[in-house]
């Protein structure tokens, strides 16, 4: 089994890498750093979605580039990873969240484009991403049978929608207060195109959150800026615990829905 990692802020070093080699990898959507290595005895190819010391700010990370570096290395599934905002106020900072659902409306690359791999008329293989959930439930659920034993103080949240919206600024109380309306849980600013690119190559995904901040206007009383940082700091070691006692569950690698093709 071989398992794509897909890490963000405050994880571009994944905690427990073991045997790491590092290299870039070339595809048509451009060169992606990659680095491999074992977690829990399953192979895992990390890549970092802002690049080397954040190269990329959350609007000009390369989406398709990461996918298909993921895709040509031959992972059967991935774990995305993201720090996030809380908007659901019961969700309290340091919880990690797994999620099922996603607000994803614009359906957008950073650069504008549709976030698709159908961009070209008459391509082979075109088709639609037909769904009920947008995440491998079975992954879901590897993740969640791992916390158990994860020996991590985070509470782990089954469910929720992940909401993505635009960077690199956060959001104003009002967009939050909107987002909260139609049911959003948490929100961040790259993993929308990920489980919708994964989703139309047939690649299983589940998405895991950690909780920084309350999202503005959530709270009564904003917390420093200084606290979000903290966590930060923090998030890689309880994203990584959960993963390594997760992978050991994963077995079932089914994808979430299907691609009705309409082409040859």
Known sequence: ??????TGSGAHDWPGLHDAARRTVATE???????EGTVAGAE???????????ERLSHQVTHKANLAALLGEGVDAVIAVTVCGAVDPTLEPGTLVVFDDLYFPTNRLPDGSACTWFDQPGAA???HWIFDRPFSEPLRQALLQGHPDAGILSTVHDGGCYGHVDGPRFNTRTEIAALAQVGVTAVSQT???????????????ALVGFVTDYANGV???????????????DSATHLARLVERALPHVGDLTGA????????
């Open 29 to 35: 959507h451009g060169p992606v750093d990659v680095v």
């Open 219 to 233: 709270a009564s009383e904003p917390e420093p800026v200084q606290a979000l940082l903290a966590r930060l700091a």
């Open 257 to 264: 829905g299907v691609v009705h093709r309409v082409g040859p």
């Open 1 to 6: 089994m071989r398992i794509g990692l897909l």
């Open 191 to 205: 993993a929308g195109p990920e489980v919708v690119l994964a989703g139309e190559a047939g690649l299983p995904l």
């Open 44 to 54: 895992v190819v990390q890549v970092s979605r802002h690049g080397p010391a954040h």
């Open 125 to 127: 293989g075109r088709g």
